[in-house]
């Protein structure tokens, strides 16, 4: 018998199909010889009949696009969800990424004609105005780089004092003691793992010392018997002993918000004292992936003067995105913190009535290290679990939670415009 795999299609005939040709306008020629190449393999394989190679290759070089990632839809009730790339930007950031795709004026005075030596200022201009106890402040790549720079800049080879308790490991693996003494730091631990008193910095402090960091413990809480001493009361030991305060937040929160109580903000720590605060432009914040550091003068020219501030730079995209997400009325992430469970309860009772479908409550979370812990009232379809991964390789991708044998579609996070989409999508998973 004949082998039917002698009819696949060679190569060069299916370069030549017309659909081939349409593609080449969007895509490049190795992303278009990789789908060819991936409809051979399985045809080889038995899994596409030969006389279906031809349209299943123009198929696929039809939908095929020169990016990867796709638009996913949120519906894990987690706001600063990591796996989702943290805050989705506010439609100013993302005009203010178009805006700056192209050549702009990023290191160019326009009006002389000359290099500028203000790279980034309307980004930080916006930081000083969001911020008022900042003198000035830096952005950089993302907030571990921020760390990285502001204790390599104010402790070279130094000394830097942290309380046990603060000794964090962050997402994906990294800890923070790892990525601080790669900077030739050396981190003086103090304290227990719950409790820190405030003459263990004392005694710790010596001729070795270059600064003291306290670290926001982010992404978890210890309670019970505990121990913690705030920026308020360091202050005079670091004055007094000539070291720098520094400060790692994390999580972006620039001023107090009444819906996060416990969750301190960088306003108030430059106001207790501290020389340097550090965040993350992608959380709280709701602007794009960024290291942000706020403080003193002093502290912040230091760094700008260090050499790995041009390692860590920001891109021109970022630093546009940045400035726009500081200057717009809103954001998708206090969108999303700050809706009422009333408003949640009566959109999902509303698209759980047309799938006949439960709902149930189900407490949202900040996400991305902030607010650890702290539910947010809100309600959640129910759905049988098995539905997760068909919405998960639907189109649009949507995300929601599985828990206890459940499909659980929360939409704090999809914004309203996006129901119907997101209607029509449950509806095909079921």
Partial sequence: MTDPRRNIPRTDDLLKLPEVEQARAHVSEPVIRTIIDGVLNQARRGQV?????????????????????????NATGVIVHTNLGRAPLPPAAVDALVAAAGYTDVELDLKTGLRSKHRGRGAVNALLAACPAAEDALIVNNGAAALLLATAALAPHQEVIISRGELIEIGAGFRLPELIESSHVRLREIG??????????VGAIGPETGAILKVHPSNFRITGFTSAISVEQLRPVAQENDVRLIVDLGSGLLTPDATLP????????LAAGADVVIASGDKLLGGPQAGILLGTREAIARMKKHPLARALR???LRLNALEAALNTPRNAVADALHVSAESLKDRTEAMAAQLGAQVVEHAGRVGGGGAPEYPLPGYAI?????VAQRLRLGTPAV????????????????????????????????
Wanted: proline share 8%; hydrophobic share 40%; glycine share 2%.
């Fill in 49 to 73: 009949p030969p006389e279906d190679v031809a349209a299943e290759v123009a198929r696929r070089v039809g939908s095929a696009q020169p990016y990867s990632l796709r638009p996913v839809l």
């Fill in 262 to 269: 416990d969750e301190p903000d960088l306003h108030a720590q």
């Fill in 382 to 386: 129910s759905l049988e679990d098995k």
């Fill in 399 to 430: 995300l929601a939670r599985v828990h206890d044998g459940r499909c659980l579609v929360d939409l704090r996070c999809v914004p309203p415009a996006a129901d119907e989409t997101l209607l029509a999508a449950l509806k095909e998973a079921i």
């Fill in 314 to 316: 920001v891109d021109k």
């Fill in 192 to 201: 227990a793992t719950n409790r820190t008193h405030l003459h263990d910095y």
